[in-house]
């Protein structure tokens, strides 16, 4: 866990049995119970300016990791890339028990190649 302004950690790390990252949290300054999932850090760190954000590093989400994130969070919206949406549907299906509400995402760009006015209408 690391801080990098104030008293909250900008970022967490969870680490698997291998040593080797398996997701990677991106809090807000604001209360919210919405997470925004995506496959990528550049992408966590661009949208966690607007919610909670949450990098998969690639497509898959462990059971264990969507359990963790439904500790914290009751909506989760699966945004993964444009080339990656039947996963995010298949994501969306396998971990909607977990979630009070679950959402997909359909991008037409990455979230970390959009202006900060098309994040900010996105995300919002």
Known sequence: MRSYIGHTPKALTYMDSSDTPKT???RTHRDSTRVVVVED???AVR???YVN???????SCSVEAAWEMAQ???HVVWALDKDAVRQAYNLQRTH???FTKSD????ER????ETEERLEAILV
């Open 96 to 98: 909607a028990i977990m």
């Open 24 to 26: 990677s949290y991106y």
């Open 47 to 49: 949208a966690s300016r």
């Open 110 to 113: 990455d979230l970390k190649d």
């Open 72 to 74: 914290v969070f009751s």
């Open 41 to 43: 850090i550049p992408s």
């Open 104 to 107: 997909v995402l359909r991008l």
């Open 53 to 59: 954000a949450v990098a998969l590093l690639g497509t």
